[in-house]
Structure formats: structure tokens, C-alpha cells
């Protein structure tokens, strides 16, 4: 699978709609803004139904995941595939992950044959980042690690406001091993928060509510079997 999404436009003009139904109804990755001049709405339905919405003049241009169009035979639907360099993605998008009992070592051992590790090395990354921000599925948070060229472990992340208005980012380099990656991603994650300004990240003002989830998470990262499309990684 991939992280990548894929935009199919009409005529795409200024002050425009785009839609983003393959957001969480409610999320706050809809306040961020592809750009000022742009209206970012919701619609809801199957990719069909989407793409049949963006014909009849509902929106301009409709942002779908790049893997389910290439799984139902429609990739002659799109118009241009987002780069990590333009948009990073959520935290472990386009990765699969099974949890098992701990203490299973029968079903431990089994899930180990269907292990991708260099998935499994980067999501413990970008997973990383997520706790050490106090992250959820609810808060605009992204992160993408890859292995580079040089064997190194190449991460980048960023966390918004949730009306998009202010942005953190941050890059890391690490060596590939999972001790590495946890550690640069736990480092990012703090190092933006040192650096934001008080109530950057009060989203909601649930933040107990987020400590919480990322608890949940850290217990399964370490068996989280993972697996991505292999591709260069572009960072």
C-alpha cells in the first residue's frame, strides 16, 4: 500500500471547492487549507458516488487514496498524485497492522513471517512522534519515515492548530535500527513541543483524552505488523 493521494480535478480555478472525503467526518486535518483561496468541503459516499458528485459540478477537485483506486481498476480517474514533498501523510497511513495477545509467542512467532520490517521500522517512528505529542486519530498531526539512499532513516512531521492557521514542522536522521527510530521520533515530538507557544496544543481542551490514546498505541507498537509499498524514499 501507499500514503499517497491522488486529487481528480475539473477545471480548477481560484476560490473553488475542493472536497476531502477521505477525511474523518469532523477531523481537524480539514482546517488546513491546501490554499487560502480554496473552499475545502465534505461530501460523503463510495469513490463512485464521489466522482460522480465532482462531475455533476459539486466541487472542482475531489482528493482520494491513491492504493483504493489502484484495488477497485480506476486509476484512469486521476489527474495528479500528491507527493510526500507536498503533503506529508497521517501517522502509519497506507500501513496494515495486526496486534496479538502479549505473552502469545505462538501467534508472535506466526505474525513475524508476515513482518515488513523497513515498514515496521518507520511506523515505530512516526508512531513515536505521535505519543511523544499526545496525538490521536482526532488531532492534525503527520509524520512519514523512510529508508533513504544512505541506509539512514529519514523522518519529517508536523503538527497545525486545528483551524490550520499555525504550523510546526520539523525533519530528523536517524541509523535504521527500531532503537534509532523510536528515539529521533520521541525527539521530534518534543522538540516541537519546546518550541510552540502555550495552548498550541490544547485541541478541544481534551488533552487527557490524548494521553490516554497514545498510551494505547505505545502498547502495540511492537508487534504491529506493517506492510507498505516499496518506493524511493523521497526525503
Not at 487560502?36 to 472542482?60: I, M, P, W, Y
Not at 498550541?200 to 490524548?210: I, K, L, N, Q
Request: aromatic content about 6%; charged content about 25%.
Amino acid at each position: 500500500m501507499t500514503p499517497a493521494h491522488v486529487a481528480r480535478l475539473r477545471q480548477f480555478a481560484a476560490a473553488e471547492k475542493i472536497s476531502y472525503g477521505y477525511f474523518e467526518p469532523g477531523s481537524p486535518l480539514a482546517a488546513i487549507p491546501c490554499n487560502a483561496v480554496h473552499r475545502v468541503e465534505n461530501f460523503r459516499g463510495n469513490v463512485q458516488t464521489r466522482l460522480r458528485k465532482l462531475d455533476e459540478g459539486a466541487c472542482s477537485a475531489t482528493l482520494l487514496a491513491l492504493a483504493g483506486l489502484k484495488r477497485l481498476n480506476m486509476e484512469q480517474h486521476i489527474t495528479k498524485i500528491i507527493e510526500i514533498e507536498d503533503m506529508i501523510p497521517a501517522v502509519a497511513q497506507g500501513a496494515i497492522g495486526i496486534a496479538c495477545r502479549a505473552g502469545d509467542s505462538a501467534m508472535q512467532n506466526y505474525l513475524a513471517g508476515l513482518n515488513h520490517e523497513e515498514t515496521r521500522i518507520a511506523v515505530v517512528c512516526e508512531r513515536a512522534f505521535l505519543a511523544a505529542l499526545d496525538g490521536s486519530c482526532r488531532t492534525p498531526i503527520a509524520g512519514y519515515a523512510c529508508k533513504g539512499n544512505d541506509g539512514m532513516l529519514h523522518f519529517r512531521g508536523l503538527v497545525a492548530t486545528t483551524d490550520g492557521k499555525e504550523t510546526l514542522a520539523i525533519t530528523g536522521k536517524a541509523p535504521w535500527t527500531t532503537e534509532d527510530a523510536l528515539k529521533v521520533g520521541t525527539s521530534c515530538g518534543a522538540e516541537l513541543k519546546a518550541k510552540a507557544r502555550p495552548g498550541f496544543f490544547m485541541w478541544d481542551g481534551r488533552a487527557e483524552c490524548m494521553r490516554v490514546s497514545a498510551m494505547r498505541t505505545k502498547h502495540i507498537i511492537s508487534w504491529r505488523v506493517d506492510s507498505r509499498k516499496e518506493s524511493a524514499c523521497p526525503l
